[in-house]
């Protein structure tokens, strides 16, 4: 079955970096594209980024655009998103997602805390 | 900026029937925004329901249907049961590999 492990999410200060990682098995992980959407605690869901499944194509949200880089290595099923100038704003449960054919997700990881600390 | 309104809150009697929407503050919903559904309880990953307006994710129990209802995208519950409260979500494909969730309806039964 689909399976998609976040790790990588912790506490770090406010300017500073975080990688999280999605492991992901269970199906053909190159076919497809990829997603991070995150939810800030009590609050609703937010879409952060994609990738096409060749990696040739990504997207973000205007909220983390240049300061976000979204990236996957297909050799080891593995998707990333880079963290870089954190803000207070950006600590969330970060998700990753496998995208649907027809613009939707379709399955969840169980996400990672993020935590910026001010 | 593309704002995607959901109503706040709703709630519905066990066994009845209550339509959640979805809308955009300056514009309409039409399928061309491939509008989809989740459903969250406190503390899980969302769950997908509906996709492309009207498709029913796999072990998705057909009480819970899509469709564009005027100039939203709208999701059905018939026969509402306990289990479904819930947070729920809807999301709309702007184009461009941009998607942008609505803030979500908490769902009451009572």
């Known amino acids: 079955q689909v399976q998609l492990v976040e790790s990588g999410g912790g506490v770090v200060q406010d300017g500073g970096s975080l990688r999280l990682s999605c492991a992901a098995s269970?199906?053909?992980?190159?076919?497809?594209?990829m997603q991070w959407v995150r939810q800030a605690p009590g609050k609703g869901l937010e879409w952060v980024s994609f990738i096409r499944s060749d990696g040739g194509s990504q997207s973000y949200a205007d909220s983390v655009k240049g300061r976000f880089t979204i990236s996957r290595d297909n050799s080891q099923n593995t998707l990333f998103l880079q963290m870089n100038n954190l803000r207070p704003e950006d600590t969330a449960v970060y998700y990753c997602?496998?995208?649907?054919?027809?613009?939707?997700?379709?399955?969840w990881g169980q996400g990672a805390l993020v935590i910026v600390s001010s | 900026q593309t704002v995607v309104t959901q109503e706040p809150s709703l709630s519905v009697s066990p066994g009845g029937t209550v339509t959640l929407t979805c809308g955009l503050r300056s514009g309409s919903v039409s399928t061309s925004y491939y509008p989809s559904w989740y459903r969250q309880t406190p503390g899980q990953a969302p769950r997908t329901l509906i996709y492309?307006?009207?498709t029913r994710s796999s072990g998705v129990p057909d009480r819970f249907s899509g469709s564009i209802l005027g100039n939203r995208a709208a999701l059905t519950i018939t026969g509402a049961q306990a289990d479904d409260e819930s947070d729920y979500y809807c999301v709309l494909f702007m184009g461009t590999d941009i998607w942008v969730f609505g803030g979500g309806t908490k769902l009451t039964v009572l």
């Open positions: 997602v496998r995208d649907g054919s027809g613009h939707y997700f379709d399955y």
């Open positions: 492309k307006t009207n």
């Open positions: 269970g199906f053909t992980f190159s076919r497809y594209g």
